[in-house]
């Protein structure tokens, strides 16, 4: 099967990490959570991309991002770590160390799918024939009012 990779944006907020936002696209996650970054309310801003094998049921992370106030923390407030990031997963699955379910795999492989395809392209006689239409429509509507207005003085 496929390979399913969500991003998560972690906080620093008052000496606690959290889960932020969880993204399908790693362009959307990096633009927020420099957005964030850029913020006083948080001391630091992580992304953590999170890939899970379906074949074999394994979960990989690693951190894509970190805001430049997180680079520049001293050593006694590191970055969370892996274990820290697991007891944040369970605590966002409600306890639960197994994978989402697999309604939640779906909608996120249909919204992945869904987000790579082009949209259709109209083709040059449709597009003349929709426009044609609008036009003879309001030329129509503004003849009629002419007409009307005229009969009326």
Known sequence: MAKL??????THEDGTWKIDSIFDDRER???KSERLGRHRRYQAVLVVEETFDEE????????????ARERQQTEAEESPSPAMLEALRRQRL??????PPPEVLEALRRRRLASTRSPPKMDIVSHV?????LFLTITGIALGLIIILNSIF
């Open 5 to 10: 990779t969500v991003f998560e944006i972690l």
């Open 29 to 31: 996650a990096v633009m």
């Open 56 to 67: 074999t049921d394994k979960v990989g992370t690693r951190t894509i991002y970190r805001s």
């Open 94 to 99: 409600s306890g639960s160390k197994t994978p």
């Open 129 to 133: 024939l929709g426009k044609s239409i």
